[in-house]
């Protein structure tokens, strides 16, 4: 950027910059910088202070401490892993300098820095709790990561500071080694819905905790909150997401055309109610069943495989005269089969797909998208 920011050097070359907001609030017309205040509540005081911090002078008593994560926690440096603590106070109050610091945080921080830095992760944090967190020096240094009372805070922290000044992004909860949390993120990244991903520790029972149940009472993932509302259920999370994003990334419900939307529709109900009674037994076997130490029982995966078959036996048929399931289009009715596949296709039944020279063209096809093999890096169990 020029003019506001000016290069300072620190130990290593060039680390921050200072940002001069008088300067860049000339350029700024103020009903731009109000888009950035969406609440009733403005950020009224800029401070605080770490021992390995460095200031990003703001003008006046305001500033930014930037510095290294893994410098605070005791683990060395890594590259391009950014803290920035921001302690604030809110207050009622109109002035132009209040744009001016948010817009200021924006322009120096969010925008300047992850342009020259290469999209480094950057954490926004208050500098004030007061709970030191669930953890105590010397685990701090090596468990930090693991301070559930500090992630919360910051979790809700983070969310609130969304809500404030920036767009309100739809949140996933959910952990990616799910079936059901895959199915709802295939159809996500098909969208290119901006949206944050929530993860839910399964193994502490958190899903089974007050908070998580005020979201969905039946305790189970995944769980998508969007403009204030809580979807639960994979494929109707999906049937949302390719509703309100109709226009954007793939079209997954046809909208333009009716025949074709019913056509999807009714591939969506197959996959409901035929495909994932048959191959569900085999994935709660082979990879649920070994990850709480049980043993899967064989009898049950091979009557399973069977069944599979048959149902594949008319997949087969069917996709010799159409590339997809829905038609020569691409639908959500594909995108709701994958992630059962993947898993499938793990294992050495993976046969009954690849002893149908159709379905397994299919199933080559939807599994090479980019955003389908994004899911499948994140489906980590194997069996």
């Not at 109109?94 to 992760?121: F, H, Q």
Request: aromatic share 14%.
């Amino acid at each position: 950027m020029r003019g506001p920011l000016r290069q300072h050097g620190v130990a290593g070359g060039p680390f921050f910059s200072e940002f001069d907001f008088a300067a860049l609030a000339s350029d700024l017309d103020r009903t731009e910088r109000q888009m950035m205040i969406q609440s009733s509540s403005d950020f009224a005081r800029f401070g605080g202070a770490t021992d390995e911090s460095h200031n990003v002078s703001m003008g006046g008593d305001f500033s930014i401490r930037v510095c290294d994560l893994f410098d605070v926690l005791g683990f060395g440096y890594m590259p391009l892993l950014m803290m920035f603590l921001i302690a604030f106070e809110f207050a009622k109050a109109n002035s132009d300098w209040l744009y001016d610091v948010l817009w200021g945080i924006y322009k120096a921080v969010l925008t300047y820095i992850k342009e020259r830095y290469g999209n480094p992760t950057m954490i926004i944090s208050e500098n004030g709790m007061d709970d030191p967190g669930s953890l105590k020096p010397p685990d701090y240094y090596t468990q930090a990561l693991f301070d559930t009372t500090r992630i919360n805070y910051y979790r809700s922290y983070l969310k609130e500071l969304k809500k404030t000044t920036f767009d309100i992004f739809a949140q996933l909860y959910g952990v990616t080694f799910s079936t059901c949390t895959s199915r709802a993120l295939s159809a996500l990244y098909e969208k290119g819905v901006d949206f944050e991903l929530v993860p839910v520790n399964l193994s502490v029972g958190e899903h089974k905790q007050p908070e998580f149940l005020a979201k969905n009472p039946f305790g189970v993932i995944p769980v998508l909150e969007d403009d204030g509302v809580s979807f639960f259920e994979s494929r109707a999370i999906n049937h949302y997401v390719a509703h309100k994003y109709k226009d954007q990334g793939t079209d997954l419900i046809r909208h333009k055309n009716v025949k074709e939307a019913g056509l999807v529709g009714v591939w969506v109900e197959v996959e409901s109610q035929t495909f994932n009674p048959a191959i569900s037994p085999i994935i709660y076997q082979l990879y649920v069943k070994p990850l709480h130490g049980e043993t899967a029982d064989h009898s049950v995966v091979e009557a399973a495989v069977e069944k599979l078959g048959k149902v594949l036996d008319v997949y087969e048929a069917h996709l010799a005269t159409s590339k997809y399931l829905a038609g020569d289009f691409f639908s959500l009715a594909d995108v709701n089969h994958f992630a059962y596949t993947n898993y499938l296709m793990k294992t050495p039944h993976a046969t009954v797909v690849n002893s149908r020279p159709h379905v397994k063209a299919w199933w080559e096809d939807i599994s090479s998208r980019p955003a389908l093999k994004k899911v499948a890096d994140g489906m980590t169990l194997s069996v």
